[in-house]
């Protein structure tokens, strides 16, 4: 005979089960065309699957509630009220601090391994410091290091409402920012006016762009396409059409685009 706690294990076993199938296999997220953005994918993944055993579970058990304690014919007032259970309230209270303290520790971890927490004492101008300092998001005095290391290093600039994307080896200034596929490239901003952020969904990197302090990114795009540049931070009346466009290119294609862009020298 099954008894009541052996359909309790069966039904939380089925929702479990039912939202690892429906998070590994649908995706919510546009295509990935960046190291970066499978890295990332892993945590959207975990996250989302989360989410989907929490609302599934909820709606259950308020679907359940609905029909078990539904008001009985002849019924006044409230009915029986329950005062405090300490078990159930140990168990309510373990539980989410369990999943936050682990969403929060692979949260950093993914972070780490996309760059965001790159050491900056690998170079011998900071022996004197014993402590290694380490970069958030990009904004550091030591930005400038982190600038200049992928093998087509860009200036961007943002203003209201506008990215400019500057090639300095080859001296010139584009509306639109080309890149070559599988090739790091670097980029420094900085702003003319108001706070911007430069994001990339395909590439899943979003970075603050401030006035009179670069922010550097570093990324490797591996998919050939044309992605947006959207403005991710609210920056005045036209924030929403502060857009532009990546264009990631073969090599040889991208080396003739730089060739008929190209200024050349007087
Ligand atoms: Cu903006």
């Given at each position: 005979?099954?008894?009541?706690?052996?359909?309790?294990?069966?039904?939380?076993?089925?929702?479990i089960?039912?939202?690892?199938?429906?998070?590994?296999?649908?995706?919510?997220?546009?295509?990935?065309?960046?190291?970066?953005?499978?890295?990332?994918?892993?945590?959207?993944?975990?996250?989302?699957?989360?989410?989907?055993?929490?609302?599934?579970?909820?709606?259950?058990?308020?679907?359940?509630?609905?029909?078990?304690?539904?008001?009985?014919?002849?019924?006044?007032?409230?009915?029986?009220?329950?005062?405090?259970?300490l078990?159930?309230?140990?168990?309510?209270?373990?539980?989410?601090?369990?999943?936050?303290?682990f969403v929060?520790?692979?949260?950093?971890?993914?972070?780490?391994?996309?760059?965001?927490?790159?050491?900056?004492?690998?170079?011998?101008?900071?022996?004197?410091?014993?402590?290694?300092?380490?970069?958030?998001?990009?904004?550091?005095?030591?930005?400038?290091?982190?600038?200049?290391?992928?093998?087509?290093?860009?200036?961007?600039?943002?203003?209201?409402?506008?990215?400019?994307?500057?090639?300095?080896?080859?001296?010139?200034?584009?509306?639109?920012?080309?890149?070559?596929?599988?090739?790091?490239?670097?980029?420094?901003?900085?702003?003319?006016?108001?706070?911007?952020?430069?994001?990339?969904p395909?590439?899943?990197?979003?970075?603050?762009?401030?006035?009179?302090?670069?922010?550097?990114?570093?990324?490797?795009?591996?998919?050939?396409?044309?992605?947006?540049?959207?403005?991710?931070?609210?920056?005045?009346?036209?924030?929403?059409g502060?857009?532009a466009?990546?264009?990631?290119?073969?090599?040889s294609?991208?080396?003739k685009?730089?060739?008929?862009?190209?200024?050349?020298?007087?």
């Amino acid at each position: 005979m099954l008894n009541k706690s052996y359909y309790l294990i069966l039904i939380i076993s089925a929702v479990i089960a039912l939202s690892f199938y429906v998070g590994l296999n649908v995706n919510l997220l546009p295509v990935d065309a960046s190291l970066n953005a499978p890295i990332y994918d892993e945590l959207f993944t975990i996250l989302f699957i989360i989410g989907l055993i929490l609302f599934i579970g909820m709606t259950l058990i308020v679907l359940y509630s609905l029909f078990k304690f539904r008001k009985k014919e002849g019924q006044i007032g409230d009915g029986v009220a329950i005062e405090g259970n300490l078990t159930l309230e140990i168990i309510w209270t373990i539980i989410p601090s369990l999943i936050v303290l682990f969403v929060g520790i692979y949260s950093y971890k993914i972070y780490d391994r996309m760059g965001g927490m790159n050491e900056l004492n690998s170079s011998h101008e900071m022996m004197n410091h014993s402590a290694s300092e380490k970069v958030w998001a990009g904004i550091s005095q030591a930005t400038n290091k982190e600038y200049g290391k992928g093998s087509t290093n860009i200036e961007v600039s943002a203003m209201q409402f506008a990215f400019l994307f500057n090639y300095p080896s080859d001296n010139f200034i584009s509306g639109e920012l080309h890149v070559p596929v599988d090739q790091k490239v670097s980029i420094k901003m900085e702003s003319k006016d108001v706070i911007h952020a430069f994001w990339i969904p395909e590439f899943r990197i979003k970075q603050d762009i401030i006035p009179g302090q670069p922010t550097v990114l570093n990324f490797t795009p591996t998919k050939v396409g044309k992605y947006p540049i959207i403005c991710a931070e609210l920056c005045g009346p036209y924030h929403g059409g502060m857009r532009a466009s990546i264009i990631v290119e073969e090599s040889s294609e991208f080396e003739k685009w730089i060739n008929q862009n190209k200024k050349t020298e007087v």
